[in-house]
């Protein structure tokens, strides 16, 4: 009995080693390159070219950082991304959280047939709505424009389902108990709602400001002035003029997803726990 309850623990313990070193392969074949265009960065120019490439610079510099911002501008573009980022996130998250809302909560004619036809949106790619879009805001004249940049990531359908899931695992009670107190509809909103959607709300604002910040296409089309570009626009005009230098493209790279990353890694356990709570409660 004994050699049978160890012949079993030791199988576990083999599969859990296994599974386990599979997950740390895994995680250091994803966070090799990261780390070593993190170390890119720091090396003399023409240093990365050598073959075979180093994976640590011999004489750490901040020389390529100094190019970015004191002679390519970044500082500039790294502000209109966090400009536009913040934008789409604190509007995103009030319209979508308004009409998620509604969608689970309120009764009015036509609410299943209209979040039906959001839904069937979904497989639309977005690509095809940039010129119409384009023209429209042609015509109101904000092409050129922070505004312009930001409209197509105020409310999305994906925002709007996902918080109508989470909102519809609150007690209709809780709302009827308000409404009876002589509450109206938007306090019920702001003091009410607002306070128990907080782990999809920070879920919801992460994914807009994702988004807003890593998008390339439509801030290339909308944004012609230079001066009002974002990082990942300004980047990929930098890589055509110094195509040959790595240490500064990956200084720059660095500079485009170490906030994002930073902003993931500290809200992380709330990101986590709206996912899981949605799902559970949806």
């Not at 309850?5 to 090799?32: D, H, P, W, Y």
């Not at 003399?44 to 075979?52: D, K, L, M, R």
């Not at 959607?197 to 807009?208: D, E, G, K, Q, S």
């Not at 990956?250 to 500290?266: D, K, Q, R």
């Amino acid at each position: 009995m004994i050699d049978v309850q160890g012949n079993e623990r030791s199988k576990r313990m083999l599969a859990a080693a296994t599974v386990n070193g599979l997950l740390f392969a895994l995680a250091v074949l994803a966070v090799a390159p990261l780390a070593w265009m993190l170390a890119v960065s720091f090396m003399q120019p023409g240093e990365a070219s050598h073959f075979p490439p180093p994976w640590w610079p011999s004489s750490p510099t901040l020389h390529n950082y100094r190019e970015l911002f004191l002679r390519a501008g970044m500082g500039r573009y790294l502000v209109n991304s966090a400009l536009i980022a913040t934008g789409v996130t604190l509007v995103s998250v009030l319209l979508n959280t308004l009409a998620g809302y509604a969608f689970a909560k309120l009764k009015f004619r036509g609410r299943e047939q209209t979040f039906r036809a959001l839904l069937g949106a979904l497989v639309i790619p977005g690509q095809v709505a940039m010129m119409p879009l384009f023209l429209l805001l042609k015509q109101m004249g904000l092409v050129n424009t922070y505004a312009g940049a930001m409209v197509p990531g105020l409310a999305g359908i994906f925002g709007i389902f996902l918080v109508r899931q989470y909102a519809r695992s609150l007690p209709d009670e809780l709302l009827e108990a308000a409404r009876i107190d002589g509450a109206g509809e938007l306090r019920i909103f702001f003091q009410v709602v607002l306070p128990a959607l907080r782990p999809i709300l920070v879920t919801l604002a992460i994914f807009a400001f994702l988004g807003a910040w890593n998008d390339f296409m439509w801030p290339l089309i909308v944004l012609g002035d230079q001066d009002l570009q974002t990082l990942p626009v300004a980047l990929a005009s930098l890589s055509r003029e110094h195509v040959q230098d790595n240490e500064l493209m990956m200084a720059g790279s660095v500079v485009t997803i170490l906030p994002v990353l930073l902003l993931f890694l500290v809200l992380q356990r709330y990101y986590m726990q709206g996912l899981l709570v949605g799902s559970v409660k949806g």
